[in-house]
């Protein structure tokens, strides 16, 4: 895991660089098929890869002991994740049953940062960069809205959930 820090605004939440191991090797193997259409021009599928889990269950044990979320009964599921270009969330703070929203960007070229998530403040608002290999993690919260506005291209990306329940609905 890269290096990881904790951001304060415009709430308390993680922003690492470099991320995993080697984010090209997992985008050299992006699936073609076995996708879930989700909503909203979102698809996704579980990470399959054995030593890419292992990578991503090593750091999401790192965001949950910055993050202070030590408790042993929540369930992690890593999904990569590809988004259409008319992909969008409107302001919310995740579903009942997520304690721990992560995600690792994969992005394919330089100069798509505005294609990542806001994170929305009462007075401030952060966008956390599209960029390859950046990720952002935060405990979910009252306090902890965000939005993803559609872009012009695709978004490909893992987002590593922590749940208080062992069969979340996805």
Not at 11 to 35: F, K, S, T
Not at 87 to 107: E, F, N, T, W
């Amino acid at each position: 895991m890269g290096s990881c820090r904790i951001v304060a605004d415009p709430w308390q939440h993680l922003e690492i660089d470099d991320a995993l191991l080697d984010p090209r090797a997992v985008l050299d193997a992006w699936p073609v098929d076995g996708w879930q259409d989700g909503r909203l021009c979102r698809k996704f599928q579980r990470v399959a890869n054995a030593s890419l889990l292992d990578e991503l269950l090593s750091i999401g044990a790192g965001f949950r002991c910055m993050l202070g979320l030590e408790q042993p009964e929540l369930y992690p599921v890593a999904l990569l994740v590809h988004d259409a270009c008319d992909y969008r969330i409107r302001p919310h703070r995740d579903c009942a049953g997520k304690v721990l929203s992560s995600q690792i960007y994969l992005a394919e070229g330089v100069g798509h940062e505005d294609r990542g998530v806001t994170l929305l403040g009462r007075r401030s608002r952060r966008q956390i960069p599209y960029s390859l290999n950046y990720g952002y993690a935060f405990a979910v919260s009252k306090h902890s809205w965000h939005e993803v506005k559609p872009c012009d291209g695709e978004r490909k990306s893992i987002q590593l959930i922590y749940y208080d329940t062992p069969t979340p609905q996805l």
